[in-house]
C-alpha cells in the first residue's frame, strides 16, 4: 500500500464532537464535485429554513472502500456508524477488532487493517480510511490507496 493523501488534525477544540467534525470535514476532498453539489445547495439554505434544511452529509461510501475506526466501544461505534451512515459492512474490521482484542487504543486502527487484508477485502485501487480519536479531543485519519 502506499500512502495517497494525509489528513492530520490535531488542533484542540472544545468538545471531542467539534474535533470530529473539523477533522471529518477534510474527507470530502476524495469525492468528486458532482458529489458535493448537495453540500453546496445546503449552505444556500442554511438560515433560510433552519428547521427544515438537514445537515449535509456527504456519502462517505463513494470515497472509501473501506473504514477503520478506533474501536474504543461500541457505543461509539454505533455513534460514528449512526452519523456517517455507514453499513455493517464497512464496521465489520472495527467491530470484530473490538470483540476480539477490546479497546487496545490507538493501535485498533491497524488491528483492523490486518483484518481486512487478511480476509483479501482490499483490492487495487482500493481506498482505506483510518480514524481515531485521542486524549486531548483531538481527531485524526489518514486515507491509504492500494496501487
Known sequence: ????????????????????KKN?????????????EGSWRNRCFVG?????TKPYIPDYKLAFEHVCILASSKKVL???QKNLELT????????????????TSSSSVWYELAYLE???????GNRVWQIAFG???KCNSVVWCNY
Open 48 to 52: 433560510r429554513a433552519p428547521d427544515e
Open 118 to 124: 487478511t480476509k483479501r477485502r482490499i483490492k487495487k
Open 78 to 80: 454505533d455513534e460514528i
Open 1 to 20: 500500500m502506499a500512502l495517497s493523501t494525509t489528513c492530520c488534525n490535531n488542533l484542540s477544540p472544545p468538545t471531542p464532537n467539534s474535533a470530529s
Open 135 to 137: 486524549s486531548g479531543f
Open 88 to 103: 455493517e459492512e464497512y464496521m465489520e474490521a472495527s467491530r470484530m477488532t473490538l470483540e476480539r482484542f477490546g479497546n
Open 24 to 36: 471529518i470535514s477534510l474527507a470530502p476532498s476524495q469525492i468528486s464535485w458532482e458529489r458535493k
